[in-house]
């Protein structure tokens, strides 16, 4: 029994969040997928292969370019008894839809007083891998201030699988956010049915010196860094937040006091950013503090391989950031 | 629905309406007066199982379709005794356990949302249709004609309600919208579209009946545009951009005394008969207000209930 317990699979990204749609929608009937090019073609990343082929067209449904359509087709789907799952291409286009998400979805179960709810999954995939300036950003700060939803953005496949199987359990709407350079990565994930609990960050470095808070894509970046910190004789604790709305205060805060210095790393704007957000709530339960806070510089992301690399972090630069915050800080 | 109970009912939005804007504390409205025969004339046409949903001016159509007027005027009032506790107000009331999955108060935010509970309705089999009113104010949005589309392709139980009050706030139809009629812009998705007279309620009643009926068999989504006119300025907070000849010529046109006087020549109703009717319609306005009145606010604790 301990043997099937801890076994485990390998999987890339993609596979994992077919797995986990696979699942549910032959648990639940009311599960069912739509977006551009989700059905025999598979997804722009093949993260919804074999879904048609499994459950046919009713169930995983071509639609026309049309965001901001397909995000309220789906909202009145899940208002009105289904569990929809709508694939907006990329994290950019989703400012076509944010009318009916922030508007109608988010604040569906207030304004109704719990008559009606939508639960909604709004998978999409953020980040840059040479596409230009309106198919490459991370913009889910944007969504932390809305009350009435809920963010996360898995960075390996078994949080993929995780937090894809419990945000379709989840009453109203979830944005899921992936990113284009996890899908060619693979991971272990267990074989046996399992969820990743919203609002759960987890400790992916155990360090002592400085605690660095990240997501998604970003999480490799910070553990590369924090290798080669280690090397200058800097412990660095890498947070991945896995999940941004609710933050996990309690975990981000507790490390925070032991490390006693904040430094957050994220591949979108720094203004008003994630970063900030973990900064401002971390000091209201720990008080001032030295915080750092590392993101793309305030220009667009360019197809441009040069400038492309120049904007986003890489670990060289966040290795030197952290570095300098925390010799600043008098470590 | 019967003439009589039409007018009865065109009767009780008008009377409601103004019992609500006479109030001091009425906040900010969007009135229907004027435009009932639409309100009434479709919810003639909506059964049980079917859902309606609306844009923000969507006190007629709350009680067109059968809410309880008490509950409708505490909502309005914002008390908790309304089917939100007070929280939706005008521009986002439901009950959808009455048939009215509600208003959304973004101009074209609730034709997709329309769609996707059409799309429910087709994916389990489960009984009625979807139909969602909106204004000739949403015909220039992105959301219509994205969704016209959608509900074509897919075949859509849905019914697409344009209330044509011919003015958006301010801005007349003919400066805000290039199509020379509406309803073609469903026949360029192959949807049957009708056009007809948005201040004759048996009208829209027949119209709505046929297109309804015929979305209910499966042939996919319809389309009627009513013409109607609008009385009030937009809101009770707006000022009239119209003149005062204009608003002449056009309450010339009020459905009510129309469908009243029709009643009259057939002799289906007298005249005592009618005023016994704007009597109870009077009273059950009263009732309403004294059970609004009756309810208290919400807790200011509220504010953080039904949040996620």
């Known amino acids: 029994m301990s043997f099937e317990r801890s076994a485990t699979q390998r999987l890339f990204y993609r596979e994992a969040i077919a797995r986990a749609l696979r699942e549910k929608m032959a648990a639940d009937p009311s599960v069912f997928v739509m977006g551009q090019d989700v ?15 499994a459950f046919g067209p009713a169930r995983v449904r071509d639609t026309p370019v049309a965001e901001a359509a397909m995000i309220g087709i789906a909202l009145g789907a899940g208002a009105a008894g289904l569990r929809p799952v709508v694939s907006i291409t990329y994290m950019d286009f989703i400012m076509l839809g944010l009318d009916p998400l922030v508007n109608y979805g988010a604040k569906l179960r207030y304004k109704t007083a719990g008559r009606l709810t939508a639960p ?23 969504l932390m201030g809305v009350p009435g939803l809920k963010l996360v953005a898995p960075a390996t496949p078994d949080d993929a699988y995780g937090l894809m199987i419990a945000a379709l359990e989840e009453p109203g709407p979830v944005v899921f956010i992936d990113h284009k350079k996890l899908f060619p990565g693979a991971g272990e994930v267990a074989v046996a049915p399992h969820r990743t609990p919203l609002g759960k960050a987890r400790i992916i470095r155990p360090g002592t010196d400085v605690t660095i808070t990240t997501h998604s894509y970003m999480t490799r970046v910070a553990l590369d860094a924090a290798a080669l910190l280690q090397i200058q004789g800097l412990s660095c604790e890498v947070i991945d937040l896995r999940t941004l709305l609710p933050l996990d205060l309690d975990l981000i805060a507790a490390s925070v006091a032991r490390t006693g210095a904040l430094v957050t790393l994220e591949e979108g704007q720094l203004t008003c950013g994630v970063g900030a957000e973990v900064a401002a709530q971390v000091q209201r339960v720990l008080g001032p503090l030295k915080v ?11 197809s441009n391989p040069v400038l492309e690399r120049a904007c986003i972090p890489d670990a060289a630069r966040v290795a030197a950031e952290v570095e300098f915050a925390t010799r600043r800080s008098g470590r | 629905m019967t003439r009589i109970a039409i007018l009865r009912r065109m009767k009780l939005i008008r009377a409601f309406e103004a019992a609500l804007a006479a109030r001091r504390d009425h906040g900010f409205q969007l009135l229907s007066t004027g435009e009932e025969a639409v309100a009434v004339g479709l919810c003639a046409a909506l059964g049980t199982d079917d859902q309606l949903l609306t844009g923000g001016r969507s006190i007629g159509f709350a009680l067109a379709r059968g809410l309880d007027p008490g509950c409708v005027m505490a909502e309005l ?3 908790v005794a309304g089917p939100n506790r007070g929280r939706a107000g005008r521009g986002h009331l439901s009950w959808p356990e009455a048939g009215f999955f509600g208003a959304h108060a973004v101009v074209g935010g609730n034709i997709s949302v329309a769609a996707g509970v059409a799309l429910a309705r087709l994916m389990t089999g489960a009984p009625g249709i979807a139909a969602v009113v909106f204004g000739d104010g949403a015909c220039g949005a992105g959301s219509l004609h994205e969704t016209l589309n959608i509900a074509a392709l897919w075949r859509l139980p849905l019914l ?17 919208l290039a199509a020379a009629s509406i309803a073609d812009l469903a ?3 192959g949807i049957p579209a009708q056009t007809v007279d948005g201040m004759d309620a048996e009208a829209v009643a027949a119209a709505a009946s046929h297109a309804a009926e015929a ?23 707006a000022r009239e951009t119209r003149t005062a000849a204009q608003l002449q010529d056009i309450r010339s046109r009020c459905p009510i005394d129309a469908l009243a006087r029709a009643l009259l020549a057939s002799a289906e109703v007298g005249k005592s008969a009618l005023e016994r ?30 949040v996620v």
Not at chain 1, 120 to 142: D, F, N, P, Y
Not at chain 1, 292 to 302: C, E, F, K, M
Request: proline share 5%; hydrophobic share 45%.
């Open chain 2, 215 to 237: 979305v209910r068999q499966g042939e996919g989504p319809a389309f009627i545009e009513c013409v109607s006119h609008r009385f009030a300025p937009h809101s009770t907070a």
């Open chain 1, 39 to 53: 059905g025999a073609f598979g997804g722009a990343y093949l993260e919804f292969d074999g879904l048609f082929a």
């Open chain 2, 77 to 79: 009032l914002g008390k």
């Open chain 1, 120 to 142: 909604l999954l709004l998978k999409t995939t953020a980040g840059a891998k040479g596409q230009g300036v309106a198919h490459s950003q991370c913009i889910e700060a944007w």
């Open chain 2, 160 to 176: 697409f309600v344009c209330n044509n009050n011919q003015i958006s706030v301010s801005t007349p139809r003919g400066a805000a």
């Open chain 2, 277 to 306: 009717m704007d009597d109870d319609v009077a009273d059950q306005v009263r009732r309403a207000m004294g059970f609004a009145e009756a309810s208290p606010y919400p807790d200011a604790a509220e504010a953080l209930a039904d």
């Open chain 2, 187 to 189: 026949r360029a998705h």
């Open chain 1, 292 to 302: 750092h806070r590392i993101g793309a510089l305030a220009a667009p992301v360019s």
